[in-house]
């Protein structure tokens, strides 16, 4: 038995879930100078989900969701990338 190769495309949020992963980005994190090791990617990711308009996505399109809204990762070869960010909203701290 051969394992069906995935396709990048089966991991590609619709654009509706994109939009409201980049709406919350946008609302609840703000750049800043020094890398935030508290909030790699997984622990925004559950941030993200846990909240009212949350749902389920995987670390890697957090991740392509945080380039997208312009923040670049500290390391791209660690498995959870930390970011130059600070959380605008204390009820996600």
């Known amino acids: 038995m051969t394992k069906r190769k995935k396709d990048a495309n089966e991991y590609e949020l619709p654009g509706i879930q994109k939009k409201a992963l980049d709406n919350w980005i946008t609302l609840n994190i ?24 949350g749902f389920f996505i995987t670390n890697k399109q957090f991740k392509e969701a945080m380039v997208r809204c312009d923040f670049s990762p500290v390391n791209k070869n660690k498995l959870n990338w930390d970011f130059r960010v600070s959380l605008k909203s204390s009820e996600l701290k």
């Open 30 to 53: 703000l750049p800043q100078k020094i890398p935030n090791d508290i909030y790699a990617s997984y622990a925004l990711k559950l941030l993200f989900e846990q909240t009212p308009d």
